[in-house]
């Protein structure tokens, strides 16, 4: 049984209704060096008990690992929680290390049963398109995700890095429960275009990395700081001078931290939950951690409240960050719009 403190919001007009914060698994397996099993399973108790309600993974974390390493933990709370996983990075036999782009039918027919049978759940509450191949219309792909639907193979549908065109094309094919995209105190091209199509449909918008991949938590301050293996290492914005003049765009969230006496990743959380107000459409940030005492930070920014003086302070931060949030933005909706 639950002990929820967060309140709730839906994911579309016809999805589920989950708290206002979820929570990004794909540290606990993949991505972002080495990880502690027990304490990230402690993270996952923690955070269901705190009313974190949607938990996401994708396929492609770990070629499958976090879908099985989520499985127990979903099987015992079945009923108490929304599974969202992911499919389109296909990772060829011969290439490991690699990621391909794959929207077509039978890929995704494919892909949905290897999840089904990772998370062993007989249907899966949130099946998202994770990237877009533009050789294949959407609304074909968008086509085999609804026959998923009315087979009970999937409950709802998302998109993830899509532009607004896209997600129109997507969702006069089947309704859109959620779209998934980079959103944060440094991320904000989607505010631009993808937002108002999302407000305009009645779809919620699902920010990831909303703590910057834990830049903005003041963490670390140089890609070189990481693990070998973290693929952070590997982003722009975390490197050479551009971590240098990013690092110092930190200063208004310390001062704002510091007025309200939080943390640096509770005021750049509570800066996105409150976009739900500034824009008009449910905000349901997956911020990712492997630690129970994080999620319990994590939760409490939902409860802060920015004032306009404080909002203008942070929100001129986006347009001076230096680097890319990928050094190929051609697979996020910013890279296409």
Known sequence: MTHATLPTARLGAHGPEVGVQGLGCMGMSFGYGPSDAQESRAT???????????????????????????????????DELVIATKFALSIPPDRPTERVIRNDPPYIRQAVEA???????????????????????????????????????????????VTAG????????????????EWSLFSRDIEAKVVPAAVELGVALVPYSPLGRGFLTGSFARAEELTEGDFRRQQPRFTGENAAANAALLE?????????????????????????????????????????????ENVTAATIRLTEEELGLLDPIAEQVAGGRYADMTFTSAGRE
């Open 44 to 78: 996952l108790e923690r955070a269901l008990e705190l009313g974190v309600t949607l938990y996401d993974t994708a396929d492609a974390y770990g070629a499958g690992d976090n879908e099985r390493f989520l499985a127990p933990f979903v099987a015992a709370h079945r």
């Open 115 to 161: 999840s089904l049978k990772r998370l062993e759940v007989d249907v899966i509450d949130l099946y998202y398109m994770h990237r877009r191949d533009v050789n294949v219309p959407i609304e074909e792909t968008v086509g085999v995700m609804a026959e998923l639907v009315r087979e009970g193979k999937v409950k709802h549908l998302g998109l993830s890095e």
């Open 166 to 181: 896209e997600l129109r094309a997507a969702h006069a094919v089947h309704p859109i429960a959620a779209v998934q995209s």
């Open 252 to 296: 208004p969230v310390r001062a704002v931290a510091a007025a309200h006496g939080a943390s640096l990743a509770q005021i750049a959380l509570a800066w996105v939950q409150q976009r739900a107000e500034v824009h008009g459409l449910p905000v349901i940030p997956i911020p990712g951690t492997r630690k129970p005492g994080r999620v319990e």
